[in-house]
């Protein structure tokens, strides 16, 4: 049975860091691409970051320069996020694409997988 378990959320000030953590657990972790996805107050769910097996990430412009994903060999990933601002605020979701891709995608529907998501919020 797959897991995903996002953790790291909260409460922080305009500029201010998170680091969002998502631990899966009945996944060949090493062999998925990990993404991020977030979702606001009556928005579609959005790409944020994604890593695939071989470490290759893609990012969504809006993030770029201030987000870093990055996984480890303990079937953890991670979303460092720096300089954030109040239209990051959102449910910010994990999630498994099983498909050994050369880039990782940024569509929600090539992930099988979603974990429970964890609520960021920013103010101003």
């Known amino acids: 049975q797959v897991q995903l378990v996002e953790s790291g959320g909260g409460l922080v000030q305009a500029g201010g860091s998170l680091r969002l953590s998502c631990a899966a657990s009945?996944?060949?972790?090493?062999?998925?691409?990990m993404g991020w996805f977030r979702q606001a107050p009556g928005k579609d769910r959005e790409f944020v970051a994604a890593?695939?097996?071989?470490?290759?990430t893609t990012y969504a412009d809006s993030v770029k320069g201030r987000f870093t994903i990055s996984r480890d060999n303990a079937n953890t990933v991670y979303l460092q996020m720096d300089s954030l601002k109040p239209e990051d605020t959102a449910v910010y979701y994990c999630?498994?694409?099983?498909?050994?891709?050369?880039?990782?995608?940024?569509?929600?529907?090539?992930?099988?997988?979603w974990g429970q998501g964890t609520q960021v919020t920013v103010s101003s």
């Open positions: 890593i695939n097996w071989s470490g290759i």
């Open positions: 999630a498994a694409d099983r498909r050994r891709s050369v880039v990782p995608s940024f569509s929600v529907y090539d992930y099988d997988h």
């Open positions: 009945g996944v060949t972790f090493s062999s998925y691409a």
